[in-house]
């Protein structure tokens, strides 16, 4: 359910194209795709979502339910053991993504542009509207920063780097932490779990997903195992 103030709640579902088991994931996703006038997008997803002896795995088929001209169908293709070359060919061949922004995204939140996930995975999202759309008109990079630091304190430097560098406000952010937990970031590892850049022409802007934290806080992590560490900024 997605809420803005003033407006009609709207409504997303996701489903599980592995639900039958992986190996029938890929014709799941393209007899969805094809049901709903999209038929010639398959092969740009199944050229990401197919490769590397199964690392690459379609995760989620998603639907936007509503009637407006903007609504989507969205494919997820989870990247697993992967490092920045692997996300720069998921991201190639959708139009008008620039690459050097996914690679400082990669970086930024990485902690270093050679990592490779070994833990969680990279996400590659990718939006289909209109009629008979063979090609994406967005692309969206999701990034496990939960495992990529060693506690939430790290997680929200990062990510305020990010923003500095994009010129955004990260006031808001600031609120949402504040709503949803009051103990101190150095002290869990988790409550950032995602961060995710989304590219293209209709509209390209940064998300942070925040964890409840409803059953249990994760202790945070030493210090020397997470990456090497960005310049600091100051967390309020």
């Given amino acids: 359910m997605i809420f803005r103030r003033g407006a009609a709640p709207d409504f997303k579902v996701y489903f599980n194209p592995a639900a039958l088991g992986e190996e029938h994931a890929p014709a799941l996703v393209s007899e969805a795709l094809s049901r709903l006038g999209f038929a010639d997008a398959y092969g740009l997803v199944s050229d990401r979502a197919a490769t590397r002896d199964g690392l690459d795995r379609l995760t989620f088929f998603a639907l936007d339910l509503h009637t ?5 169908v969205k494919v997820y293709v989870s990247h697993h053991d992967a490092g920045l070359p692997v996300v720069e060919r998921a991201a190639a061949g959708v139009p008008g993504i620039a690459l050097d922004r996914v690679r400082d995204f990669y970086s ?3 902690g270093a542009g050679d990592r490779v996930l070994t833990g969680l995975p990279a996400l590659s999202s990718y939006s289909f509207v209109g009629a008979n759309a ?5 692309y969206s990079l999701y990034m496990p920063i939960r495992d990529l630091v060693s506690d939430d304190r790290s997680a929200l430097e990062r990510v305020l780097v990010l923003m500095e560098r994009h010129g955004m406000d990260p006031t808001l952010l600031h609120r949402a932490l504040a709503a949803v937990t009051s103990r101190r970031l150095d002290d869990g590892v ?3 779990a995602y961060v995710s850049l989304r590219l293209g022409p209709v509209q390209s802007g940064i998300t942070v997903y ?3 934290e ?6 945070p ?6 990456s090497a560490q960005l310049p600091q900024v100051k967390v309020q």
């Fill in 68 to 72: 407006r001209p903007q609504s989507r």
């Fill in 214 to 219: 409803a059953y249990a806080t994760m202790p």
């Fill in 108 to 110: 930024a939140i990485g």
């Fill in 210 to 212: 925040l964890s409840s």
């Fill in 134 to 138: 063979s090609v994406p008109n967005n």
């Fill in 190 to 192: 988790g409550l950032l």
């Fill in 221 to 226: 992590r030493s210090r020397g195992s997470a």
